[in-house]
């Protein structure tokens, strides 16, 4: 079976988002002082041949865990639809 994830990833709330904080004072320059407190992550679409959801939903796991998100610095979420 094919799934595709759907994964984001955001720089932790705690953190400083120095990408952010340039959108947000672009923004400003351009008399959209409403918008507040820009937030840039990532974005990544993959595709995974498993047998079941849970197994596709354990590889996404383990591929943001071990190369598509600096735990340190960013958190993530996914979600998994068939293909």
Do not use: W, Y
Not at 12 to 18: E, I, N, S, T, V
Not at 30 to 47: F, P, Q
């Amino acid at each position: 079976m094919k799934f595709i994830a759907e994964i984001d990833i955001m720089p932790l709330k705690a953190l400083l988002d120095p990408q952010g904080k340039a959108v947000t004072s672009s923004l400003k320059n351009l008399d959209l002082a409403e918008i507040e407190n820009v937030r840039i992550g990532k974005h990544i679409t993959l595709e995974i041949d498993a047998d079941s959801k849970e197994t596709a939903s354990a590889k996404v796991e383990e591929a943001c865990k071990k190369l598509l998100a600096n735990q340190i610095m960013e958190s993530f979420e996914f979600s998994l639809k068939e293909a």
